[in-house]
C-alpha cells in the first residue's frame, strides 16, 4: 500500500507540467470545438472520453464539414493508432498478476506524454504512478477545452481566430522536428499537403466528403510510405 502511495505522489509530480502544457493546447482545441458547433459540456466530455490532441481535432474538423458517424470514427481510429502500438508496449511491462481493470484503465489514459513518463519507469510498472499523473493532466485537459469554447463564445472574432492559429502552431512543432531530421518524412508531408489541394480540385473525388478525401489521403499514403520506406529492426524511424 505504501510502495502504491508513493507511486501516486511521484505520479503528480511529473504529472504537474503535463498538465499545464494540456491546459494550454486544449483552450486552442476548446477554441475548435467552438467552430464545430460544441457546447462547453460537450467539448469538456469530448476531452474527458478522448484524451487526444489530433484525434479530437480531427473529430472536430469533422463534425464541421458534417461528417457521418463512421467517417469521424475511422478517421479518430486511423488518427489515434499509434495508441495501440503503445499500449502493446506498456503490456508488456506490467507484473503478471497485475489486475486487468488496471491494464484498462491505462489503456484508456494512453496519451503521447503519459506513455513518455510511464515507460521510462525502471521495472515493473505500477498503475498507481500513471493514475497519479492522470489525476492532474485529465482535469487541465478537459476544463481547458471547455474554459476554450466558453472563451470562443465571449471574445471578440479576432481574437478567436487568433487562438485558432496556435492550435495550428502545435500541430508544426510535431510534424518540423521529425521532418527536420528524416528526409522521408519531410518528403511525405510535402505530398500530403499537395495530394489534399489536388483532391479539393481533381473530379470525382472533389465530389467525395472531406472526411472521406481525409480517410483515402491519411490510408494510402501512410500504406505507401510503408511499403516504400520500411523502418528496419533497431533503426532509429526519426533519422533517415
Known amino acids: 500500500m505504501e510502495q502504491n502511495r508513493n507511486a501516486f505522489r511521484n505520479g503528480m509530480r511529473d504529472g504537474l507540467p503535463i498538465g499545464l502544457g494540456y491546459f494550454a493546447v486544449s483552450f486552442s482545441l476548446g477554441i475548435a470545438a467552438k467552430n464545430a458547433g460544441l457546447t462547453w459540456l460537450q467539448g469538456f466530455f469530448a476531452s474527458a472520453l478522448c484524451t487526444a490532441s489530433a484525434g479530437e481535432y480531427a473529430g472536430f474538423s ?23 502500438l503503445m499500449s502493446c508496449a506498456l503490456s508488456q511491462r506490467f507484473s503478471p498478476d497485475t489486475p486487468m481493470i488496471h491494464r484498462f484503465i491505462m489503456a484508456h489514459f494512453v496519451t503521447d506524454e503519459f506513455f513518455g513518463i510511464t515507460i521510462a ?11 497519479g499523473a492522470v489525476c492532474i493532466g485529465w482535469p487541465c485537459w478537459s476544463i481547458g477545452t471547455a474554459l476554450g469554447v466558453v472563451a470562443g463564445n465571449l471574445l471578440p472574432v479576432r481574437i478567436v481566430s487568433a487562438f485558432s492559429v496556435a492550435l495550428y502552431g502545435m500541430f508544426l512543432a510535431i510534424i518540423i522536428p521529425p521532418a527536420r531530421k528524416n528526409k522521408v518524412v519531410a518528403g511525405l508531408i510535402v505530398i500530403c499537403f499537395v495530394f489534399s489541394f489536388l483532391f479539393t480540385k481533381l473530379p470525382v473525388v472533389s465530389n467525395l466528403s472531406s472526411g472521406t478525401r481525409t480517410i483515402l489521403l491519411t490510408v494510402s499514403i501512410s500504406a505507401l510510405a510503408a511499403a516504400l520506406f520500411p523502418v528496419k529492426e533497431g533503426e532509429n524511424p526519426n533519422e533517415g
Open 121 to 131: 519507469r525502471p521495472g515493473y510498472l505500477n498503475p498507481f504512478y500513471t493514475y
Open 62 to 84: 469533422m463534425i464541421a464539414a458534417c461528417a457521418t458517424y463512421l467517417e469521424i470514427a475511422i478517421v479518430t481510429l486511423i488518427t489515434n493508432a499509434r495508441y495501440l
